[in-house]
């Protein structure tokens, strides 16, 4: 399971959230805090990959130059090997060119993928509405379901996350089960 976004959209949040465990991704409020591929070993299952962030980062320029690389080289060297990717994306904003353009290249490199957008908390109950329907007009959904509104602060969409990765780790009711799932584990 790999967790892509812009910097400080709240990947490592969300993994935290996920695992119920506070701290073990480390978060800061400062852009560009993952700077490494970092993997957490799921109940001996899955891992976990938290990648550094596309875009803004308050971090050096050479340090933000080798990221694209790393990630890059980490994406196309594993296409085969992710069973499910979260393209993270923040609810209150529009998706940047670059949220798109990795929507794109998932699609592309035939990458099961979900949109997980985050920080939903922060708006009222009409401000994820609209923002439920800002994300499916502009980035649309994945093939797999429509954009997912969660909050790693109060625990918002974390069910229908988990649902998604049982059913990708091929642990979901057996209805669900298909060959698109079962063939990548």
Not at 20 to 33: E, V
Not at 43 to 61: H, I, K, M, S, W
Request: a positive charge; aromatic letters at 8%.
């Amino acid at each position: 399971m790999v967790y892509l976004g812009r910097s400080n959209v709240g990947k490592s949040s969300l993994i935290n959230r996920l695992l119920g465990t506070k701290g073990l991704a480390r978060t800061s409020s400062q852009p560009g805090r993952t700077q490494s591929v970092n993997f957490y070993r799921v109940n001996e299952t899955c891992d976990f990959v938290d990648l550094p962030g596309y875009g803004y980062a308050r971090v050096p320029q050479t340090v933000r130059r080798a990221w694209r690389p790393m990630v890059e080289g980490y994406l196309e060297r594993r296409r085969d090997r992710i069973t499910l990717a979260f393209l993270v994306v923040d609810a209150r904003h529009r998706p940047s060119e670059l949220d798109l353009t990795m929507r794109d290249w998932l699609e592309s490199m035939g990458i099961d993928y979900l949109i997980v957008a985050t920080k939903a908390d922060k708006l009222s109950g009409n401000g994820r509405d609209r923002a439920r329907r800002t994300l499916e007009r502009e980035i649309g959904g994945s093939p797999l379901a429509a954009p997912i509104l969660c909050s790693a602060k109060t625990g918002l969409g974390v069910k229908e996350v988990w649902r998604h990765l049982d059913r990708a780790l091929g642990q979901g009711p057996a209805q669900e089960k298909d060959e698109k799932w079962t063939s990548r584990n």
